[in-house]
């Protein structure tokens, strides 16, 4: 991995944070930078993007306040998806994760060439939203 490439990484994962660039655009400065994928560990604060020659880059992201639910609740999952996509006012990615770990959510792999994103509970249930459009 060149370090342009990691420089985009932790550039897409600041404005993800800080809230300065919404999921369509991270994910096309993402690819045009030659990523395939990346996963988001709620339980480890972490964040890793992935090269589809295996190379991988893993960075620390914010730690959520909310412990994350013993069971995962879809429905409580796809409201805040939902809220995310339209971006409703008031809308952050911090409290996206906020609400995606209160309804169980551990985390969450996005797909670049699956088009989707697949985000699992602690018990390793399993939501799969593809991509509006897809």
Same mark, same amino acid.
């Given at each position: 991995m060149i370090d342009?490439?990691?420089a985009v990484a932790r550039a897409c994962l600041a404005a993800a944070e800080g809230? =300065?660039?919404i999921f369509p655009e991270i994910v096309g400065a993402l690819? &045009? &930078?030659g990523f395939e994928s990346y996963a988001v560990d709620l339980r480890r604060a =972490? &964040?890793?993007y992935y090269l589809p020659d295996g190379d991988s880059l893993e960075l620390p992201s914010h730690r959520v306040a909310t412990d994350i639910a013993p069971a995962f609740d879809i429905g409580r999952l796809k409201a805040a998806i939902r809220e995310a996509q339209q971006q409703v006012p008031g809308y952050t990615y911090r409290g996206f994760c906020e609400t995606a770990a209160a309804a169980g959510c551990a985390g969450y792999i996005v797909s670049f060439p699956g088009r989707r994103a697949l985000y699992f509970g602690r018990t390793a249930e399993t939501h799969?939203?593809?991509f509006p459009g897809s």
């Open positions: 342009d490439q990691k809230d =300065t660039m690819i &045009a &930078a =972490t &964040a890793t799969v939203e593809l």
